[in-house]
């Protein structure tokens, strides 16, 4: 299947009438009527396998990312009949793999990256074929991201990297990274850092699992000793990353705030929804407490996904989402792991105990919702961190004092 006959130039009309052709010969009758029937029937008759094997037909008709120029990967329609096309599309669950190439790695091409850039980088991430990672993280610099301490040394058309990041999603399975890097040690913190993009299967790149409550091994920790990057593949200028990485770690934000692709699977857990199936399926629908409980999480998943509407509005309206996006994500992290914690609070025993199995997948699947949505006070920026986003730049509180402001970056004290 080619990319769909789509333009600039389309009505919405025209463009919801040649999606809903493309899902009725594209997309396996099994898959649609399994998704009607929610998220569980769905998963029984399509495995991740079968989902990656027929992703492809999915990135070449250009609806992975409609907006984007069809050379990126896209159709280049207007938000508008994106958002016409996105409601045909969003009820058969058609998840957008490499949600890191995706939301993370394109929000810079985008702001600071050339053209050559992008033509490289963005078909592949589309199509899944590179997939990405964010190297920003280090184990002496999370909350405080701007006093990473990772070096970059240019040499010729190249730049030598050397340190360690840590809690990097998906750094095992990653293909490139964004990274970033100290290129001058003796200007300010914020002002001595540039934004690459690592190949991540070369020498020099070590990847450790770090195991996690639940069994799996999603983050991980990365060693880098003399890794090369091209000086072709730096983003923005030398020293400007800090800026660069602003687009990132906004289109993050709203990735953890269910915004971006990652959607819940990114978070952990099921929705609201799945809290009111979950009451009725035990019997404890009965109890009005527990259905008070219940429909305020509802709503204020409702409140959620009106506030993440309108930061997708503004992006593309060309808009910065700016301190919108924390708002998202303070909401977003509470909310979840109350939802989780309702979760398990309604299956009772079973959220406690189960019969003892070799399969790594027996544990009940909405218990471990609740312990990876643990993380979600600390991923995308910690929630105290955003509070203080929005305390500045929303309610305009003063910033917090620091007595280093302005001192070379080598002579801040770091743990």
């Not at 799996?216 to 091209?230: I, K």
Request: hydrophobic share 40%.
């Amino acid at each position: 299947m080619t990319r769909l006959p789509i333009t600039p130039e389309s009505t919405t009309d025209e463009a919801v009438d040649v999606v809903r052709q493309w899902v009725d010969a594209e997309v396996p009758a099994a898959w649609r009527s399994a998704a009607a029937e929610g998220a569980a029937a769905l998963r029984a008759v399509r495995s991740q396998a079968d989902y990656r094997q027929w992703y492809p037909t999915f990135a070449d008709s250009g609806l992975v990312a409609p907006t984007w120029l069809p050379e990126h990967g896209g159709l280049g329609i207007t938000n508008d009949v994106a958002r016409a096309i996105e409601k045909i599309l969003a009820p058969l669950r058609l998840a957008r793999l490499n949600p890191l190439g995706l939301n993370n790695a394109a929000a810079a091409l985008f702001s600071h990256g050339t053209e050559e850039q992008r033509l490289r980088f963005l078909p592949p991430i589309v199509r899944n074929e590179e997939k990405w990672c964010q190297l920003f993280s280090e184990p002496g610099a999370g909350s405080d991201l701007a006093s990473l301490a990772t070096r970059a040394l240019r040499d010729g058309d190249d730049w030598v990297i050397t340190g360690q990041k840590v809690w990097t999603t998906w750094a095992d399975e990653a293909d490139f990274a964004i990274l970033l890097a100290r290129t001058d040690p003796d200007a300010p913190k914020h002002k001595g850092i540039t934004y690459f993009l690592l190949d991540m299967h070369q020498p020099g790149v070590e990847v450790r699992p770090l195991r996690q409550i639940t069994g799996e091994a999603e983050f991980n920790e990365v060693f880098l000793d003399g890794a090369l990057v091209p000086d072709a593949q730096r983003v923005g200028d030398v020293n400007d990353g800090w800026r660069v990485s602003a687009s990132t770690l906004s289109s993050e934000r709203q990735m953890v705030s269910g915004s971006g692709s990652g959607g819940m699977g990114r978070l952990g857990g099921s929705s609201a929804q799945r809290l009111i199936t979950l009451a009725q399926e035990t019997g404890r629908w009965i109890d009005p407490v527990v259905r008070n409980k219940v429909m305020r999480l509802w709503a204020q998943e409702q409140i959620r996904g009106w506030t993440n509407a309108r930061v997708r509005a503004a992006l593309s309206a060309g808009q910065s989402p700016g301190a919108a996006s924390s708002i998202g994500k303070v909401h977003q992290a509470t909310l979840n792991q109350q939802i989780q914690d309702l979760m398990v609070d309604i299956l009772g025993t079973t959220a406690i105990a189960w019969e003892a199995t070799d399969d790594p997948d027996a544990l009940p699947r909405d218990v471990a919702g609740m312990m990876r949505s643990l993380a979600n006070g600390t991923e995308g920026g910690t929630t105290d961190i955003n509070k203080n986003i929005l305390g500045e730049r929303v309610l305009g509180l003063p910033k917090e004092p620091d007595p280093w402001k302005g001192k070379p970056w080598r002579e801040i004290p770091r743990s």
